[in-house]
């Protein structure tokens, strides 16, 4: 008997522009929410986008565009979902819901969609999981109606297809456990931290997909999980490294993204425990990527949140075997290694590195500038000692 292939869930996305956000920055966001789509595993097929000047409190997107995305839907059965770019509220959620007789989901939804499917360990599963309650919670009114006629499907992984009759209090009481198993888990990691102290610590951090894991297998010659995908890894890896004689731990922490709302942020606090006690952070950044200055912008905006930005930090420029520029035609061409230390980036940004992680161009260059910087910091915490020098 052959199987049925099962075909992937197609997807409406709908961005919005508004006083505080402009046409160019809704379609550059629409781009990256294509990417956080295809990551889920579902196939985006059509683009609505809105210009409104007061979000409609009934649909965010007003009466009209409704209809109108009602009106596609019905013309295209296999249409599963519509994603929008805006955080909803959940009486939008359900209003639009019953409008458009499919399921409605947020970027925070489709991010929080995501990480369940990526989370490894128990402990991201926890951290997940607290996540998707505490975003369900004030959904779970109208979660029912749909919930119990579609079965599965992005979206509904997790608390939110396994718990269908859950009411309020018992979601709280869970969140009140989870938060419990995470508190104790950190105390556990809180005391393996302690007993790492001695050695300088080096995080890497940047925005997602910038190639940190790759970054982090080239540097520690370990097998850490890389594939160029939105969020491909979530669980922090910490690995013993020595350049000449010099021992460090370095670090792998989940990515960044723009949007990220600060409950998801608080359910990784744990996580992201790691950047805030590092000694130094490796600051990866896809030069690649026509958006990169507002991908440090966001990175730098998670620092300062985290306490984190007053560390020294090194900014590797990685992908640049995929970086462009063009001329005053128009042609984009390739820049060499030193036209890029001598740009306005490399003059922006102190202690620039530009490599390519996966060509394994310019490695040398950046673990001589970490080993100095290590150095200093061995030399600030034991200036008796010639411990790691």
Sequence with gaps: MIERIQQKEQAILVGICHR???????????????LLTYSSGAIPVKVFTQNIHNYDPATLIGKGKAAEIKAYVEEHPDVDMVIFDEELSPSQQRNLERETKRKILDRTGLILDIFAGRAQTAYAKTQVELAQYEYLLPRLAGMWTHLEKQRGGIGLRGPGESEIETDRRRARNRIALLKDRLAEIDKQMNSQRKNRGQFIRVSLVGYTNAGKSTLMNLLSKSDVYAEDTLFATLDTTVRKITFETTPFLLSDTVGFIRKLPTFLVEAFKSTLDEVREADILLHVIDISHPSFEDHIKSVNETLIELKAIDKPIIHVFNKTDLYRVADDDGYLHP???DDMKKSWIAKNHPHSVFISAAGKSNIDELRRVMLNLIKQEYKVRYPYTQFGV
């Design 335 to 337: 820049v060499s290694l």
């Design 20 to 34: 505080e956000q402009k046409k160019e920055q809704m379609l550059e966001y629409l781009e990256e929410l294509k």
